[in-house]
């Protein structure tokens, strides 16, 4: 079955740099484009970045442009999200999701069907 299992979180201090991934099994990790998304406590999951199957397009929240980094190696069947810069306001728990091949609307939660588990980040002022 599809698994999406992240890791590297922590916790960090303002400026400080950040790496996670994304491992992906069950399915051609290739073939999906794949997206993350984080959450804080009592907000809404909000997109963070997306990348499609062979790395030729990425895409950012506003928010974490220029600061954040989404790559992906498919020989390795994994995802990874390089935080640089980070703040604050970047804490939230972080999840890897796959999406849909029928949609190309990378910025919605709506078009991703597997989630991982997430991995908590964590950023003091």
């Known amino acids: 079955q599809v698994q999406l299992v992240e890791s590297g979180g922590g916790s960090v201090q303002a400026g400080d740099s950040l790496r996670i991934s994304c491992t992906g099994s069950?399915?051609?990790?290739?073939?999906?484009?794949m997206g993350w998304f984080r959450q804080d406590p009592g907000k809404e999951r909000e997109f963070v970045a997306g990348?499609?199957?062979?790395?030729?397009?990425?895409y950012y929240a506003d928010s974490v442009k220029g600061r954040f980094t989404i790559s992906r190696d498919n020989a390795k069947n994994t995802m990874y999200l390089q935080m640089n810069r980070l703040k604050p306001e970047d804490t939230a728990v972080y999840y890897c999701?796959?999406?849909?091949?029928?949609?190309?609307?990378?910025?919605?939660?709506?078009?991703?069907?597997?989630w991982g588990q997430g991995t908590q980040v964590t950023v003091s002022s």
């Open positions: 069950g399915f051609t990790f290739s073939s999906y484009g």
């Open positions: 999701a796959r999406k849909a091949t029928y949609t190309n609307h990378y910025y919605s939660s709506a078009s991703y069907f597997y």
């Open positions: 990348v499609n199957g062979n790395s030729s397009n990425m």
